[in-house]
T-cell receptor
Framework: GQQVMQIPQYQHVQEGEDFTTYCNSS?????IQWYKQRPGGHPVFLIQ?????EVKKQKRLTFQFGEAKKNSSLHITATQTTDVGTYFC??????????FGTGTKLQVIP | DAGITQSPRYKITETGRQVTLMCHQT?????MFWYRQDLGHGLRLIYY???????DKGEVPDGYVVSRSKTENFPLTLESATRSQTSVYFC?????????????FGQGTRLTVV
């Protein structure tokens, strides 16, 4: 079945440093979504990418979808303590099935 | 914003007991999902439902049973709980409309099997 892996599993950064998490799927995706889960909370939708090579920005967050639609990345510029949490990608292969990645837990040191 | 609610939030049960986790959504979303979250595994799909009376297995369905007699409810039952089912369980729902792909998650149920 479809597998979606994320690296790194954990990342500690100093406040103000940049952060990137990578997502790789074993199969071609129709779209990819990104979610953020604060400590003790539930996943919250951030964005969806659909087109090959698509790049979207949300303030300090930049999301990319690979040309082959099998990988994606999330880059945060100048991290803040409010960025703390676990970031999940979720790859959609068919109409219904969404497979979540393993997640990257971000810790920001003030 | 009631949205999607799970109950209970915390549950401790003994090995071998049956336990049911409840999920209720107020949006009339046709799609509903159950995930379990474990360290190192992310969110793994247990079961999903495309509409009332339509359910299908996800990645890790063994030991679980679901039903969906009404659109708004999607209970998850552990027929005979095992320690390996200790986890955080999330219910989610989604509108099937074109372009509406965002999944909304409940607050989660932390289940401990002793």
């Amino acid at each position: 079945g479809q597998q979606v892996m994320q690296i790194p599993q954990y990342q500690h950064v100093q406040e103000g440093e940049d952060f990137t998490t990578y997502c790789n799927s074993s199969t071609t995706l129709s779209n990819i979504q990104w979610y953020k889960q604060r400590p003790g909370g539930h996943p919250v939708f951030l964005i969806q990418l659909v087109k090959s090579g698509e790049v979207k920005k949300q303030k300090r967050l930049t999301f990319q979808f690979g040309e082959a639609k099998k990988n994606s990345s999330l880059h945060i510029t100048a991290t803040q303590t409010t960025d703390v949490g676990t970031y999940f990608c979720a790859g959609r292969e068919g109409y219904q099935k969404v497979t979540f990645g393993t997640g990257t837990k971000l810790q920001v040191i003030p | 914003d009631a949205g999607i609610t799970q109950s209970p939030r915390y549950k401790i049960t003994e090995t071998g007991r049956q336990v049911t986790l409840m999920c209720h959504q107020t949006w009339s979303h046709s799609y509903m999902f159950w995930y379990r979250q474990d360290l190192g595994h992310g969110l793994r799909l247990i079961y999903y439902s495309a509409a009332a009376d339509i359910t299908d297995k996800g990645e890790v369905p063994d030991g679980y049973v679901v039903s969906r007699s009404k659109t708004e409810n999607f209970p998850l039952t552990l027929e005979s709980a095992t320690r390996s089912q200790t986890s955080v369980y999330f219910c989610a729902s989604r509108d099937p409309g074109i372009g509406k792909t965002e999944a909304f998650f409940g607050q989660g149920t932390r289940l401990t099997v002793v």
